[in-house]
């Protein structure tokens, strides 16, 4: 089976750009969570999305929006790039019941440069 | 004050080694606890959940105590690929959402 993707795997992006990342999650789960982590760090939750509505949100500007579809992937949008926005950023899967003890399946990660 | 701290380390053990990682949280909400590894520049994979009897997969044992709000990981008989980092995981109560720690990082040698 398939397990969580993600594309593109590198993207390099300057100041001011936006950028659009994509997910899908693993056959039969409903929930997509969106995470940020930069160098030295853990990861830092962004987004949760369960049946196309928004179920959380992290502390994270406007500049950052999500949406999922239908088939449940989702997309990650970050408008007006900042340096600091250069990270791995992570979707993780789940079946997306409960939520609270559900186990998170997380996807290679796009790695995102700005200069 | 982070939700959940870790000690960064590195931790740098020899094969054949027991050691151990503590990790703090203090949201006192917090319901459900994870031990997830990551490899470098990969992404993290679950490596066991925590319970407050405590629970064992093979070499490595995870505690939980409620009480004091800590959490542990003990790695028996290291192998030099158990090198990776170790991220400490909490849910609340209140929200789906995965807190992390910082991770710590153990380098086993030969």
């Known amino acids: 089976d398939a397990g969580v993707t993600q594309s593109p795997t590198h993207l390099i992006k300057t100041r001011g750009q936006h950028v659009t990342l994509r997910c899908s999650p693993i056959?039969?789960?409903?929930?997509v969570s969106w995470y940020q982590q930069v160098l030295g760090q853990g990861p830092q939750f962004i987004f949760q999305?369960?049946?196309?509505?928004?179920?959380g949100r992290g502390n994270f500007p406007d500049r950052f929006s999500a949406r999922q579809f239908p088939n449940y992937s989702s997309e990650l949008n970050v408008n007006a790039l900042l340096l600091g926005d250069s990270a791995l950023y992570l979707c993780?899967?789940?079946?997306?019941?409960?939520?609270?003890?559900?186990?998170?399946?997380f996807g290679p990660g796009t790695r995102l440069l700005v200069l | 004050r982070k939700e959940v701290e870790q000690d960064p380390g590195p931790f740098n053990v020899p094969e054949g080694a027991t050691v151990a990682f503590n990790c703090t949280y203090s949201?006192?909400?917090?319901?459900?606890f994870f031990w997830y590894r990551q490899d470098c520049r990969k992404e993290p994979k679950l490596l066991m959940s925590v319970y407050s009897s405590g629970n064992e997969d093979g070499r490595f044992t995870a505690q939980l105590n409620r009480a004091s709000q800590y959490i542990s990981l003990l790695i028996r008989d290291s192998k030099l690929s158990d090198s990776a980092t170790y991220l400490c995981v909490v849910i609340r109560g209140d929200t789906d959402k995965l807190i992390f720690g910082t991770g710590t990082r153990l380098q086993v040698f030969p």
């Open positions: 993780a899967s789940s079946l997306g019941g409960t939520g609270a003890q559900e186990t998170q399946y």
């Open positions: 949201n006192s909400a917090s319901q459900s």
């Open positions: 999305y369960y049946e196309k509505e928004e179920r």
């Open positions: 056959s039969g789960h409903k929930s």
